[in-house]
């Protein structure tokens, strides 16, 4: 993958002023701006640093780039890309729809390798697994289902073929009120060490 830099962004943001100008931009001339970051086929990378995006719902992607966009979820990395006045609605819809057509790429998560911390506090590493399948079970396969493949309808996104550190990061937003949404306290509803076993699940759920 390689590696975003700022002059990169800018030629790619300077190459679509001009040779889009004439026509409607096309989802894979858009997406031209973000796969220095999430990859040629959306599938993420740098560890997590970066979101799989292929695939996601197409509602709950332009809805996360509205919310990138009005800073109500704030993405440093991707602020330049809205400062462009061309970002407009249809632009989002426009890129949102190709990024949902993207087929799901396989990501290689399992076996995953859980913080052995976390692992210690319960019996066994099935143990582990176990109790996070039971908190998914509890707080969370209500609105993101019990396959973790969301619910497109309802805005709810799919927690599997997704990097546990972006997991992670996402957890510990909820949980310091960083990012919210209208159902982000019951996401947030998870201890640290809970969170780690229903990420192990997760990525058991995905393999
Ligand atoms: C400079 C790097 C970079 C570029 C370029 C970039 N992104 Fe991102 N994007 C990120 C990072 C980092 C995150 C994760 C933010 C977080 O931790 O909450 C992210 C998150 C997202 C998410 C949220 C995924 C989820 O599961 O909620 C979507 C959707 C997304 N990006 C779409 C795009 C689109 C569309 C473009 C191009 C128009 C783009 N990104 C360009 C870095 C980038
Ligand atoms: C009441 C419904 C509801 C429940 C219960 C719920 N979630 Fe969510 N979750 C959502 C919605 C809706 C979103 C997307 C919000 C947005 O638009 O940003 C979301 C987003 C997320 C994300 C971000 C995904 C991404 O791609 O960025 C994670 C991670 C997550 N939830 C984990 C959990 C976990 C773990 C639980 C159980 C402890 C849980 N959620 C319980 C509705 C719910």
Redesign the pocket.
């Given at each position: 993958m390689t590696r975003?830099t700022a002059p990169m962004?800018a030629a790619t943001l300077a190459l679509w002023a001009t040779s889009a100008a004439a026509q409607e931009a096309t989802g894979e001339a858009?997406?031209d701006?973000?796969q220095?970051?999430?990859g040629k086929r959306g599938e993420g990378g740098e560890g997590g640093?970066?979101?799989r995006?292929a695939g996601?719902p197409q509602s709950?992607?332009d809805k996360?780039?509205h919310d990138?966009k009005e800073q109500r979820?704030?993405?440093k990395?991707?602020i330049p890309?809205f400062k462009h006045h061309r970002?407009d609605d249809d632009v989002i819809a426009t890129?949102?729809a190709y990024?949902a057509d993207m087929g799901v790429p396989d990501l290689a998560l399992w076996p995953n390798d859980p913080d052995p911390e976390a692992v210690a506090a319960y019996e066994s590493r099935g143990a582990f697994t176990e109790a996070g399948a039971r908190k998914y079970a509890d707080g969370c396969s209500g609105c993101h289902g019990e396959t973790a493949a969301g619910d497109p309808l309802a805005g709810v996104?799919p927690l599997v073929d997704?990097y546990p550190a972006?997991l992670r990061?996402?957890l510990a937003?909820f949980a310091t009120d960083t990012?919210r949404h209208r159902d982000s306290a019951a996401c947030a509803d998870i201890a640290p060490g809970e969170a780690e076993a229903v990420i192990d699940y997760l990525v058991e759920l995905g393999k």
């Open positions: 975003f962004l858009i997406y701006y973000c220095s970051c999430h640093k970066y979101p995006i996601l709950y992607v996360q780039l990138f979820r704030i993405n990395p991707m890309i970002f890129v949102s990024i996104p997704q972006y990061k996402q937003d990012r």
